[in-house]
């Protein structure tokens, strides 16, 4: 499939580029006028999240007001964990919050898992045929989930939290039934992404938010093995791995079958060009608080981003866009990267 922007997929196939892609992390959200108003016209988050309808707009909404290069279908990670049976919500101020989180061992094995999640992600399904549909030849479509040990964490601590350390105990105290929460959390990813495929996402990324928890040790035993059978058994689509804060496992990470790398910004683009090669696909990182800066340091921070990591670099933000961010500003930093030639 070709699309009238195909950018985002040139930059994959290694064709020349006469500028990098952009899009945003977490664009589709409450920095958008038509998403404040969508999001008050239901009764919550997961109202939303089931609507297909109110998602197609979500996801299309960003394509039309900042001018980004790809859509990302508007969703959450927390699909999963309530597809296999771990129930959430979305409190406001508060964030996720979980009603029966794992508080025993005995829970993981009663889980849906693999397959069996199919049926409850049906509405993530639908949205992915009707949001292609209203989105038509433009642009190319992000499908999302989290990582495992993501997933994990917020199944197991039952809500958001600094420090996440009832999750990293669980590590700790029952490393075989650790395994096994993430080896069923993989077996559902590797459904649940290959059927978002089948449906009409062009390109994967895996969201490892809490990655930044763990020793290197610990990603390398409890991590990467299932987040490399994920991307080993996806069909051949571009696929991003952002393991946010996990510089110090970069060196592991030779050989995945990731085609891009997102990294957060406080992560030297260098030092990731220095450990995978100049071929990298890199995608990032521009500090989210760059965003509040005036609109002529954003546009040359920008350039000098660009100048700085050369081809190969998908340009986002280091993390998602922080919802107070003032949209035109982050308008400033999409022109400046369209405008920009190598
Ligand atoms: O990128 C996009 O535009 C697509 C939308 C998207 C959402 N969640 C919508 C959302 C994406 C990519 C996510 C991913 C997600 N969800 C992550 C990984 C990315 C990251 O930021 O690290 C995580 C950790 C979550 C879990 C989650 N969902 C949290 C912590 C929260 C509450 C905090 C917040 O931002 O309000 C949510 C709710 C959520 N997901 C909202 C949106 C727009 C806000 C809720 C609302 O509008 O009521």
Redesign the pocket.
């Known amino acids: 499939m070709t699309y009238h922007n195909n950018i985002l997929l040139d930059v994959f196939s290694g064709d020349e580029i006469s500028r990098p892609p952009v899009w945003i992390?977490?664009?589709?959200?409450?920095i958008l006028p038509g998403y404040k108003r969508i999001?008050s016209a239901v009764s919550g988050?997961k109202e939303l999240v089931k609507s297909p309808d109110l998602i197609a707009e979500a996801t299309v909404e960003p394509l039309e007001v900042l001018g980004v290069d790809a859509a990302?279908l508007?969703?959450?990670?927390?699909v999963i964990p309530e597809a296999m049976g771990v129930d959430y919500d979305?409190i406001e101020k508060t964030?996720?919050v979980f009603d029966n989180p794992i508080r025993s061992v005995g829970q993981i094995d009663h889980l849906r898992k693999g397959e069996e999640v199919l049926p409850k992600l049906d509405y993530v399904f639908q949205s992915i045929e009707v949001t292609r549909e209203v989105i038509a030849h433009r642009n190319p479509l992000i499908g999302?989930a989290?990582a495992p040990w993501?997933l994990f964490a917020y199944m197991i601590e039952g809500s958001?939290s600094k420090t996440f350390s009832r999750a990293r105990k669980f590590l700790y105290e029952e490393p075989d039934a650790a395994h096994r929460l993430m080896d069923a959390i993989t077996e559902s990813l590797i459904a649940y992404l290959k059927e978002k495929i089948n449906r009409g996402c062009d390109v994967i990324q895996l969201?490892d938010?809490w990655a930044e928890m763990l020793t290197e040790a610990q990603y390398k035993q409890f991590c990467i093995p299932y987040i490399s059978r994920i991307f080993e058994e996806l069909p051949e689509v571009p696929k991003i791995f952002f393991p946010?804060g996990a510089w110090s496992s970069i060196s592991h990470f030779k050989g995945m079958a990731f085609d891009a790398l997102s990294i957060d910004w406080k992560t030297p683009v260098t030092y990731v060009r220095e450990q995978l090669g100049a071929n990298q696909i890199i995608q990032g990182n521009i500090d989210p608080a760059l965003l509040y800066a005036r609109p002529m340091e954003i546009e040359s921070a920008v350039h000098e981003h660009i100048r700085l990591t050369g081809r190969n670099l998908i340009v986002n933000l280091g993390?998602?866009v922080y919802?107070n961010t003032n949209r035109e500003h982050v308008k400033v930093l999409v022109d400046a990267v369209k405008e920009y030639r190598y």
């Not at 992390?25 to 409450?30: D, I």
Request: net charge positive; hydrophobic share 35%.
């Open positions: 992390m977490r664009q589709a959200g409450r999001r988050f990302i508007f969703s959450d990670i927390l979305i964030g996720p999302f989290g993501t958001g969201f938010s946010k993390h998602g919802p």
